[in-house]
């Protein structure tokens, strides 16, 4: 389980998170909000990168320092320079932060690799790659510890349709083994029937909970301070027409 309990954060006095707590258990979650919500800020938190000022966070028992070896991460920039020469399989290794690499290492890495398409570029340069191409090598590290969470920021902006559909069918497979996942979106809508649980945030929790409860009217008003257009469909669920401009 996954425990986030009245967590509260602030840069330099000025408030980003407050009062946010929710659990998790086997499930995946959409974290959705506008620029400047503490999306990120509450993913830094889980992750350990931040301290909380206020509350406290549990993964499977432990706090998120002693977690992050169950924990794959693939944040929402790289900061991997254009012009240096890197391959996909070294992007990859980097997932096990190893400085020697074994033979098992380097099977987990292809393995990662072939889990998402991108096997036959093992030799490849990162650089050469198409954006949707990197995201999935960037996706594949973070699947290579086969890690217990996977927590995912903003993965399929500017991503092309196959290469999100690949990461949703892999996303759907590790959610069916029972994995914890957490996904930062502007559009929830691909994503919007593999999950269970979603996260509407603007500083303060608005919402949690299954789709069909959170996702209306009212919730996305509070959410995003405007009117947020929703198509409902046949089977109860309202899609949330939220772009990039105001996600």
Known sequence: MIEVKNISFSYNSKEVLKDISFTLSKEFLAIMGPNGSGKT?????IMGFL???????????????????FIGYMPQREAIARHFPIRVKDIVLMGIKKRFYTKDDIEMAKKALEEVDMLDFWDNKFNALSQGQQQRVLFARALVKNPKLII?????NAVDLPSREK???VLKEK???GKEIIV???NVNPILHEIDKVLLLNKIKIAFGKPKEVLNQENLRRTYGIDVQIIICEEGYCHPLVGDTHA
Do not use: A, N, W, Y
């Open 184 to 186: 930062v979106v502007h």
């Open 152 to 156: 995912l920021d903003e993965p399929f």
């Open 167 to 169: 990461m949703i069918e």
């Open 51 to 69: 301290k909380p000022l206020k509350g406290s966070i549990r993964i499977f028992g432990k706090t998120p320092e002693e977690s992050r070896e």
């Open 175 to 177: 959610r069916q083994k």
């Open 41 to 45: 800020t509450l993913i830094k938190l």
